[in-house]
């Protein structure tokens, strides 16, 4: 068992009882004819003048050390694209509407603040677009006129041992020509995943309200995986949703 001491600190009826509450106690029993269950015990909730008592059980299964490998989040490396979510738009209600549709969504999004969400259905196509987003860099993958500025400045840092001052100005011209053709277009990422997934994801926009949430940041990998990160108020947590995508072909990434 495991016992949690809280501050008692009040806040809204809505959030959970535990942050009203003096002592926590978590612990794994056994309930029902042996199944195990997860079971909280809150003491002290006061409630006005009056204080009561909480035990919550919920079924549980235990897990097998050789099976951690198959629930464990995915291993990803930095995403391509990574914007957060407005709060006063939710896209549930969006996405509500185009899984009638088709049973597949297409979601680009770019590091200007722009989100395009477009589904293909028989005689129509819809695409819907939520701008102004706020894009996130940090731990974000570089834009390729970054990564051609690095890689620029390093062939001039070496190359200027061996070549007069007029050679590397030469080739400095040559070289920085074509970069200032994708220095000014931004990052983006383009992914196809289930539409009745990526609605259920997005539950929670349905059942929280605007106080309730922090963030909610849309991480995108082309050709491997959509990850929604929502952090909640006030410091309960976060959460996490793991989206397949489907592969993508070039001609459909064009």
């Known amino acids: 068992a495991m016992v949690v001491g809280s501050g008692g600190g009040g806040g809204r009826t809505s959030n959970i009882a535990?942050?009203?509450?003096?002592?926590?106690?978590?612990?794994?029993a056994k309930r029902n004819g042996g199944m195990p269950h997860l079971c909280l015990d809150v003491k002290d909730i006061h409630v006005g003048e009056n204080g009561i008592g909480v035990h919550h059980a919920i079924p549980v299964r235990i897990m097998r050390v050789d099976e951690l490998q198959y629930h464990v989040p995915p291993r990803l490396g930095m995403p391509d694209v990574q914007l957060e979510l407005p709060r006063d738009r939710p896209l549930r209600a969006v996405v509500e509407?185009?899984?009638?549709?088709?049973?597949?969504?297409?979601?680009?999004?770019?590091?200007?603040?722009?989100?395009t969400l477009r589904i293909d259905g028989d005689g129509a196509s819809i695409r819907t677009s939520f701008n102004k987003l706020i894009p996130i860099h940090e731990d974000c993958k570089p834009s390729s006129s970054q990564s051609q500025t690095q890689t620029q400045n390093d062939e001039n840092t070496m190359s200027s041992a061996?070549?007069?001052?007029?050679?590397?100005?030469?080739?400095?011209?040559?070289?920085?020509q074509p970069q200032t053709q994708t220095q000014n277009e931004p990052v983006k990422c383009t992914v196809k995943l289930d539409s009745k997934k990526?609605?259920?994801s997005l539950h929670w926009q349905g059942t929280l309200g605007m106080r309730d949430v922090s963030t909610a940041?849309?991480?995108?990998?082309?050709?491997?995986?959509?990850?929604?990160?929502v952090t909640l108020n006030p410091e309960i947590g976060r959460f996490m949703y793991y989206i397949p995508v489907h592969f993508?072909?070039?001609?459909e990434l064009t």
């Open 162 to 176: 061996t070549q007069t001052r007029t050679q590397t100005q030469t080739q400095t011209q040559t070289q920085t």
């Open 217 to 229: 940041v849309l991480c995108m990998w082309e050709n491997e995986m959509l990850v929604l990160d």
């Open 18 to 28: 535990s942050l009203l509450a003096q002592e926590v106690t978590m612990k794994l």
């Open 248 to 251: 993508m072909s070039p001609d």
């Open 97 to 115: 509407r185009l899984k009638g549709i088709g049973p597949q969504v297409y979601i680009e999004g770019n590091m200007a603040g722009v989100l």
């Open 198 to 200: 990526l609605h259920a």
